[in-house]
């Protein structure tokens, strides 16, 4: 079993920045792939990033690209959504997943934690 616990959401003007932190308890949690996922109200929920259980492969959304980093640090079970230049249209409730491969795909991630909001304003 893993629990994931995100936080650093909140509220930020349009060109700003924001780190978004998930750490994660089980014993096996450093082995897992990672991903964060974000939904927009009234949308369905979408990929953003994901990472390997090393850290060796990043897949990105391609709204995303060049402004998002994911990364994760395995001695403290913890990975990191590194956001900047941010934009009205990345408000949405920011998840954490752990799954079976860093991929787009939903039901690759078999774990999820309760999410963190973030908001943009113009």
């Known amino acids: 079993q893993v629990q994931l616990v995100e936080s650093g959401g909140g509220l930020v003007q349009a060109g700003g920045s924001l780190r978004l932190s998930c750490p994660s308890s089980g014993r096996t949690a450093r082995m897992y792939p990672m991903g964060w996922f974000r939904q927009a109200p009234g949308k369905e929920r979408e990929f953003v990033a994901a990472?390997?259980?090393?850290?060796?492969?990043?897949n990105y959304a391609a709204s995303v690209q060049g402004r998002f980093t994911i990364s994760r640090d395995n001695a403290k079970n913890t990975v990191y959504l590194q956001m900047n230049t941010l934009k009205p249209e990345d408000t949405a409730v920011y998840y954490c997943a752990a799954g079976r491969a860093p991929t787009i795909t939903r039901a690759n991630y078999d774990y999820w934690g309760q999410g963190t909001q973030v908001t943009v304003s113009s």
């Open positions: 990472i390997s259980w090393s850290g060796g492969t990043t």
